[in-house]
């Protein structure tokens, strides 16, 4: 076995939750499952089938169509060819917000299901993996990646594919679990992130350094939030973790919908990013 991230071959057992072990890189920390070359199953991505029935308000948040309208207006100044393409698009909510915003905007999904919800939204979207499709050298100006380098079994391969397919200056977005985080180091074993869709787990040292070794610069890394749901289990016996998710976006529009609550979680996140305890990697970086 090699690291996914340095190619290095000397780990050491970080833990082991059922049938997963995971084991940390001794060169670049990277923290992966061992044996993950036969791991990436699509069956662990059926769930999307339950959602097909969805309307498109229960499928997409307000809450995250206003951080992602967000982010695409710090990255309007990029915008030259009006290309943009979302990798991992899941059930398209990005590009959806993107197309809304006039970018050329499109996705690739893995996916079965999730690439079947995005066609029935009228989403442009290609079900395959990044390294089968032909797309040409310096095509886009933005390509983002959210929560997807945590289920690859070649992490590298794709930022270097990302890189080669941004135009020079190009900027690539991406977000990741944060294997470093207050919750993880809380709950161990009992982290909800810890699960067999997630193949590889990045710090903030690892993540930077392959950016880096992948060329790109960064220009701006965060590392913030924490799921409420998910703390509260470390003051929970049975450790819990039904509906965590469903539970986690009521939290987050309470407290999109109060200012002071609001105050407050932006002085949580500013003590996340100082401290690197935040459960997500936020990260921004351009082509070099």
């Known amino acids: ?10 780990f050491k057992l970080v833990l082991i939750k059922r049938n997963l072990t995971l084991v940390k890189c001794m060169k670049c920390d990277l923290v992966q499952v061992e044996g993950l ?39 309007e100044k990029y915008r030259e060819s009006n290309r943009l393409l979302d990798i991992g698009c899941g059930e398209g909510h990005f590009i959806s917000v993107a197309n809304k915003m006039k970018w050329q905007a499109m996705g690739i999904e893995k996916a079965p299901y999730a690439a079947q919800i995005c066609k029935k939204l009228d989403i442009d979207v290609i079900c395959d993996d990044l390294s089968a499709i032909n797309i040409s050298s310096d095509y886009y100006d933005i390509i983002t990646m959210f929560e997807v380098l945590e289920h690859l079994t070649q992490p590298r ?14 900027i690539l977005a991406l977000t990741t679990p944060n294997f ?18 997630h ?39 049975t450790k819990k973790t039904n509906n965590i998710y469903k539970r986690n976006q009521e939290i987050r529009e309470m407290l999109e919908s109060n200012i ?29």
């Open 37 to 75: 070359e036969n791991r990436f199953d699509l069956k662990h991505y059926e769930y999307y089938k339950d959602r097909i029935a969805l309307h498109k308000n229960e499928l997409y948040s307000d809450i995250t169509e206003s951080r992602y309208i967000s982010l695409l207006k710090k990255l």
């Open 260 to 288: 002071f609550l609001g105050r407050m979680k932006s002085y949580a996140n500013k003590f996340l990013n100082v401290t690197r305890l935040g459960e997500v990697i936020e990260c921004v970086c351009e082509k070099i």
């Open 199 to 237: 193949l590889s787990y990045f710090t903030p040292k690892t993540l930077f350094w392959l950016l880096k070794e992948c060329k790109f610069k960064i220009v701006n890394f965060d590392i913030k939030h924490i799921t409420l749901p998910e703390l509260a289990k470390v003051f929970s016996v």
């Open 1 to 10: 076995m090699i690291c996914l991230a340095c190619k290095n071959k000397n």
């Open 157 to 170: 391969e794709y930022l270097l594919k990302a890189r080669d397919i941004l135009r020079k200056n190009g």
């Open 180 to 197: 470093n985080c207050i919750t993880r180091k809380l709950l161990n074993i009992n982290w909800s992130w810890i699960h067999e869709e």
